[in-house]
């Protein structure tokens, strides 16, 4: 465990950048004292941030440069624009020299990935990085991937997002071997494509020390808590993850108008609003926010462009946390045991 | 548009069977007094049923079989085991022979999938069927499909289901051209398998009279309502489904759990009870009861088989609504004019 957590954060990055980068490093700061941050960006609007953020001041490096990835640039495009020069490169840079534990950026998914796949490569034994994050359910909370990085794979690419997937459960959640089960389609003998059953049969083989694969598990499982890692290629994994974030709008939209349509309606709202409240603070996809970018040999964390610093200051959270329980180091040590097949 | 609605009924489907098809098809007959049934599966069963429900009796005839088609067999166990004999097959045929205009069964879905494709077969221009549904989003409904029929597909597969769907929401929401999006991840370059981008540049190019492409969709947009149709292969839309149904679940218990913490919450929530009605309405899932089969030269209606009588009723109506506004002779003008390519 490092003595401090020094996280890289790519100020510019994300719909506004450093009006929120900073603010919500503040915020986390405030949580984790033993942080220090190298921001890259420009100076001007970071010591503009600085100036309101006093806290952050002395646990600070600025590193000045003046190109950004846009929002709406190509991976392609990122990499001939930004290489070596933008303040997302450059923060993936610093995880790569040992500068920096971590790397934080709210700026675009395409050209993050990108970057650190094209910089800091993959881990051995790993062909294609994942994106992980944590899902709130019933039961408390699961880590679920691959969210998007990598579309499709093979039987051992499942398994070797098992396998990270773990490392990160047991990381965040302090389990000695946690359940682990592959998304799949509830109907027999159609049930899910042949990749998915050949990761059964390996994960069951295999049966790993550090992961106990209990089966398929339903999209609803999810949000049952089902298992503590749920591992899916990313495709689906984005749209279920969409599909859950949607609904879970949607609903809060047709509370809000039921609950406003009656004076009854209104009063009652007003009685019940501390459960409200405590619902609201449960569902709060702020809280969620922070994927990692798993399988490289770095850690990078990728938070929601369009968050605000108390989510920014979520996303930095799964950095330090990430950092301070030695995410990589376990990771490495399980793919060597066993997912280096 | 036939004179009445002939509604073949797998009275042994489900997890309970009769006592749930028959008192379900009674409220499905209150609300369409111009529906006969045919009634397949035990006739002691049914007659036990039908003598608590008097208003089934004159608009139903039995059909008796002691065969059954088990939750747990197997497809091909189903079409070894029940082929020609057990009630799920026999309500297929009663389609197949033009003694009903629709059949609807609880049963389970890989046997129905398995004896409707077999016995019914696909439509002209049709290689795979698709099972579609209908999903409350924030502006109304949508149809939702593939949700587990067909797993993978090419983009000619994928331009079917978006004809077939397209006639579902023109007969169900009574459009002119309903709004077509396909399902795919936000992530600029690797934004989905290459067949949904070919999917795209065909439904672009052919420009149809029928429905209007709208572009790619996101898991989120599904609940905002962004297409009148959303169109995805079997397992992408079973997990999509799955997890949404899973989340507004877990937002249920959530709701449940805070309101019933403190006295204050709990008054809170009897003033405002009228408005949780209203919701718990509006996101009842047995009102989005019944998946349709597509791509088959009939009609056949699939019901989720742990639902209650009113749940069944919903689906029943759906098999009443697809026949009444003359679904399949839709869907194959279209495929005639535009699909068949």
Redesign the interface.
Same mark, same amino acid.
């Given at each position: 465990m490092p003595q401090r957590v020094r996280i890289a954060l790519d100020a510019m990055g994300g719909d506004v950048g450093a009006s929120v980068v900073i603010p919500g490093a503040a915020i986390s700061l405030f949580r984790h004292p033993d942080t220090e941050f190298l921001l890259f960006g420009d100076r001007a609007c970071i010591e503009e941030q600085l100036a309101k953020h006093p806290s952050m001041k002395p646990a600070s490096r600025i590193i000045h440069t003046d190109i950004a990835v846009r929002m709406?640039d190509?991976? @392609?495009q990122a990499l001939r624009r930004g290489r070596k020069t933008s303040s997302m490169w450059l923060a993936i840079d610093a995880v790569k020299k040992g500068e920096a534990d971590v790397a934080v950026s709210a700026g675009? /998914?395409?050209a993050l990935?990108a970057m650190a796949r094209f910089h800091l490569h993959t881990l051995p034994g790993i062909d294609r990085p994942a994106i992980a994050a944590v899902w709130p /359910? =019933?039961r408390g909370d699961s880590v679920v991937l691959d969210l998007?990085a990598t &579309?499709?794979g093979d039987a051992h690419h499942l398994v070797a997002l098992a396998v990270m997937g773990s490392a990160m459960a047991r990381v965040l959640f302090n389990l000695e071997r946690p359940t682990v089960g592959l998304?799949n &389609?509830?109907?027999? %003998?159609?049930k899910?494509?042949e990749e998915i059953r050949e990761a059964a049969e390996l994960l069951r083989a295999m049966n790993l020390r550090e992961l106990d694969y209990v089966g398929f598990v %339903?999209?609803?499982?999810?949000?049952?808590g089902a298992a503590d890692v749920i591992v899916?290629e990313?495709? @689906?994994g984005? =749209? #279920?993850?969409?599909? #859950? %974030?949607? /609904?879970?709008?949607? &609903?809060n /939209?047709?509370?809000r108008d039921?609950?406003s349509?009656?004076w009854? @309606?209104r009063?009652?709202?007003?009685?019940?609003?501390?459960?409200?409240r405590?619902?609201r603070d449960?569902?709060d996809p702020k809280k969620s926010n922070g994927g990692v970018l798993l399988g490289l040999r770095g850690v990078v964390v990728k938070s929601h462009g369009g968050t605000d610093a108390e989510g920014f200051a979520y996303a930095v959270d799964v950095g330090y946390e990430m950092v301070h329980y030695d995410l990589l180091t376990k990771i490495n040590q399980m793919l060597n045991r066993d997912g280096g097949r």
């Open positions: 709406e190509k991976p @392609s675009n /998914t395409g990935m /359910t =019933i998007g &579309i499709g998304l &389609i509830g109907v027999e %003998e159609i899910g494509h %339903e999209g609803d499982g999810i949000g049952k899916t990313g495709f @689906s984005n =749209i #279920a993850l969409k599909a #859950a %974030e949607g /609904t879970a709008r949607q &609903i /939209t047709f509370l039921a609950l349509r009656t009854l @309606s009063l009652g709202y007003l009685l019940a609003r501390q459960a409200f405590g619902l449960k569902l």
